[in-house]
């Protein structure tokens, strides 16, 4: 489960959040306690300045032995203050006497395990991971989406076998199951080495292209891997806007390198829909150089066949993908006017 420093930071500030939170709940719960039971806030204050002069007497030996009582075990002495109770216990018994939950005035954590640090002993705790999850879903830009749209949801009804393609006779059931399973796989074996890491998705629009990359992206989000999804001309217009134009706000933007050149997995939705210029082309091929060297996978899906791929972008372009992505082909009639015949 890597992390930018950005992210690590992100997930870090969600504790730092929670224990300020958390201590407000804790003041609350002494100022409601001790005006109810004011003998709470002596024992508590007693405690305190009990610890605070022994604390004293340990790094001053002269107070130690002028005060003439360091030789006394402190825990007794607590107890004596206590009526001769663990001060623990006699604070508990007063919150019993008087209504309240005995563990009122303990410390108020939101996760009991590494009470909200993230961390048990040297490892990271399991709501640390949920954390970076919730973050990956948020970072995705599909937070909402992937709830409706995954392998789950996936209604092959609209694929017909009586739907053949021209080229190689298979139907539209055939050709979307193995396509299905192409992405279950990729998904599975994400980050095994047994596979290119990198996946083509090409057919005509409305054949569920955009629904595969979202079952993708959940199935590697809940596994703990950071993605990100743009459609094509929402990339290039937040890259052309964030390298021309230098964002005045100074707010940190996705499209950062980090971010892009960073996260385990960038799907780019309907390539080729965007306006195809020398800044497209740059920047198409700055990320897919990027990304391929240093091992980190991408989705791409698009309306144009191989062929017209290639006479879209440049020639190191069509070839870099044709290199190291696995052609997934998506086939059938549109979803969208399936869905609509229906209703």
Known sequence: MGLTKSQYDAVMRVYDKRRISNHHIEEEHRRIAYEAVPELQELDRAVANSAAKRVRQLLSPMDAH????????????????????????????????????????????????????????????????????????????????????????????????????PKTGKSSRQIMEAAVAS?????????????????????????GKTFLTHCIAKELIDNGHSVIYYSAGELFDKLARSRFAKAQDGEEDITDDEYL???????????????????????????????????????????????????????????????????VEAFGSDIRVQKRLRQ
């Open 261 to 327: 050149s960073g996260c385990d997995l960038l799907i780019i939705d309907d390539l080729g829909t965007e306006m195809v210029n020398s800044f497209v082309g740059s920047a198409l091929f700055q990320l897919l150089n990027s990304r391929i060297s240093r091992g980190l996978g991408m989705v791409i899906s698009t309306n144009l066949s191989v062929q017209e791929l290639s006479r879209t972008y440049s020639e190191r372009i069509s070839s870099r993908i044709l290199e190291s992505f696995t052609l």
């Open 183 to 207: 992405c279950r796989q990729f998904a599975d074996n994400y980050k095994s080495g047994k596979q290119s890491d990198c996946l083509l998705l090409t057919g005509r629009p409305g054949v």
């Open 66 to 165: 002028a005060a003439g009582g360091a030789a006394v075990p402190f825990r007794d002495l607590l107890r004596k203050m206590a009526g001769g109770m663990d001060p623990a216990e006699k604070r508990r018994k007063l919150l019993r006497e008087h209504s309240f939950p005995e563990d009122y005035l303990d410390p108020v954590y939101t996760c009991s395990l590494c009470h909200d640090t993230g961390l048990v002993g040297q490892k990271r705790c399991s709501c640390f991971d949920r954390e970076v999850i919730s973050l990956f879903y948020t970072q995705s830009n599909l937070a909402g989406v992937l709830e409706n749209e995954n392998f789950q949801t996936l209604d092959m009804s609209f694929y017909p076998e009586d739907l053949k393609h």
